[in-house]
């Protein structure tokens, strides 16, 4: 069942990752998809506009036949659960799905709603939970705004559903290059050996949007930055990146191992925290408009678009070693990295001119685009005399598989049909990110920013530079 | 194999494509890289941006395979031309080096300059192919120094004459008049070399005009002509690329032009 069947996420990213599932055999043999929406329409409206958006965001060619197996298993109801007459339909709806289809009572409900809708349905669904089999729910964020409303929508999820039942949702933890992560770090012995304060310099993790807020100035003025990405994307990838080897790959066991490096996460001072709003500026030579001038943004607005903080992990494996984010709307180009800068060599014995164009080693994931990795180091340039020059070692997954790469949704979707949670988020984790954003945010209540701060199409403010070049260090340019 | 050692980037006005299309030509054997030429159209209309995506797959000497590199030309049109940088950051390759070859004089000053040269790690110029008042320009062009390593090609081509006149210390340190015959910024860099080298502000420069250069008379008897053969010109930018720190040397010519 899809609650918010008419919405963009259903168009854009569920039911393209519903059809790449059914392209390739991946859907159970019995199944029915039930969408439901406050917009009036019946089955082959809805079947009509879902084809519509499988051909336009499908990552795979669309072929009639396999659209054809998807669509006749699609049902659709209106209703905004305001009356019982709708939760009725709903019923009576599914209840005709399992009996034509003969399935086991198994479901499966996907709350692609904004938060406001959440206690209706929830609470309509929870009284209705008496049928055979399993019943999975997944959440999208946002999570609630802060650490007392995520406290009450997991209180409010929790009296209807066990935790065992609710997957939550972070769409970055469905990307190849982010498990890849995981694959890089416990699947290898050599990189494992370095992988702290002994041998990393610094990490830096970079989340750069070119884009703006594309129409979403309700829920962006409201969010900014540090909850739209940092509270969430930016810790899971933090957390990934410094966790301690899990003892299996079950979701209990990664999931501990993350919850304790949010909990070792030291809560940055006002000086380790800049945030950005972009001014007008240039994208791809084209000149845009500020984020005050945005439809529906305030003209005083003070929500940031840009965050940066330098964070530290306070644990044996992280002591002392800074972690540099940053993350922004409007920035120079779209790119997300985790970079992992190591110290450097501790005695060159090359003269000083030897290295110039050499920089450190750094082991560079790239999540998006052009996933892969690539490690820097250094190597002679042939001829004559000894000349260093830092080269790269790359592995791009274009190169290395023939497969294409799925999209997070397909994936993600798939784990919860399989009763898979590594890659959701838990309760307790969704607290210990709040706690720690709950603590930036309350410092900012002090002050009045001078935004804008930065021009569109560039790195950010320039306070963001100072936070790096006060610790002898530098943003990766590009 | 597809692969690239850094990104470069060349601002080329129309007049100069065909040349800089020839100057690429031979140099990715050197230097595999993804090159993007930026062709401004300020006046021609319209915002737009034209296009086009080639890859160069070439025969890797001496080895049975092939390397492919990337060219991409961007035609900016209109109000596009205005900042240039935030076409090319999406295009970079991520940590590596990039280069900047400037064709024509670049304008001092100017928003696109000042845009592409904080994107970039070196400026490339030729400043034989610069019209107006040189030693005003060479002005401008040492203000860049701070902010980006810089090279200059009519300073390259001047290399086999400075090791043949270093090659006469001590005898040249006393030398008060020199004739170049060659072109003006290859008269006035080597002068301003001499100068800055010796540390003698008494040094006197005469021009003959000559289109490479061919002679160079020290107190008004020549010096042999150094040998070996001219360097073309896709080596002479292909020199350049293997450069990554500032010339410190090139810097204090230019300072003392």
Known sequence: MIFGASGDLTHKKLMPALYALMLRRLLPVRFAIVGVARTAGDDDSWRAEMQQAVRDHARDEFRQDVWDELAGSMRYVSTDFADDGGEDRLEEMIARCEKEKDLGGNRVYYLAVPPAAFPTIVEALGKRTDQQGWTRLIVEKPFGHDLDSARELTALLRAHFDESEIFRIDHYLGKETVQNMLALRFANGIFEPIWNRQFVDHVQITVAESIGIEGRAGYYESAGAIRDIFQNHLLQLLALTAMEPPIDFTSESVRNEKVKVLRALHTPGPKSVVRGQYGRGFVEGEEVSAYREEKGVAADSTTETYVAAKLYVDNWRWADTPFYVRMGKRLARRETTIAIQFKRAPHPPFEEAAGDGLRPNVLLVHVQPDEGVSLAIGAKVPGQGMQIRTVHMDFLYGGAFRTGMPEAYERLVLDVMLGEATLFTRADEIEEQWLLVDAMVSAWQRDRPGFPNYAAGSWGPPSADDLLHRDGRSWRRH | ?257
């Open chain 2, 1 to 257: 194999m597809r692969t690239s050692v850094m990104t470069h980037l060349a601002w080329v006005p129309e007049a100069w494509l065909e040349r800089a299309r020839e100057a690429l030509s031979g140099m990715d054997e050197r230097h595999p890289s993804r090159t993007v030429i930026l062709v401004p159209e300020p006046h021609a209309g319209d915002g737009r941006l034209d296009a086009s995506v080639s890859l160069v797959s070439f025969q890797v000497p001496d080895a049975d395979r092939r390397m492919v590199s990337e060219v991409i030309e961007l035609r900016l049109v209109g109000p596009r031309a205005q900042a240039p940088a935030s076409v090319v950051e999406p295009l970079l390759i991520s940590d590596l080096p990039v280069f900047l070859r400037w064709r024509g004089e670049p304008p001092w000053g100017a928003a696109e300059l000042e845009q592409l040269v904080q994107v970039a790690d070196r400026l490339i110029v030729d400043s034989t192919e610069w019209e107006d008042d040189l030693t005003h320009a060479y002005e401008r062009l040492s203000e860049l120094f701070e902010r980006a390593a810089v090279s200059d090609i009519a300073w390259a081509r001047t290399s086999r004459w400075r090791s043949l006149l270093a090659g006469l210390w001590p005898e040249i340190a006393s030398v008060s008049n020199v004739r170049v015959h060659g072109t003006l910024p290859q008269t006035l860099l080597i002068g301003g070399w001499l100068r800055s080298r010796l540390e003698r502000d008494d040094i006197r420069v005469e021009h003959v005009p000559a289109d490479r250069l061919e002679g160079i008379d020290l107190d008004g008897s020549p010096a042999p002509f150094p040998p070996g053969d001219l360097p073309l010109p896709s080596d002479v930018l292909s020199d350049e690329l293997d450069r990554f720190a500032r010339d410190p040397v090139y810097e204090a010519a230019v300072r003392a032009t």
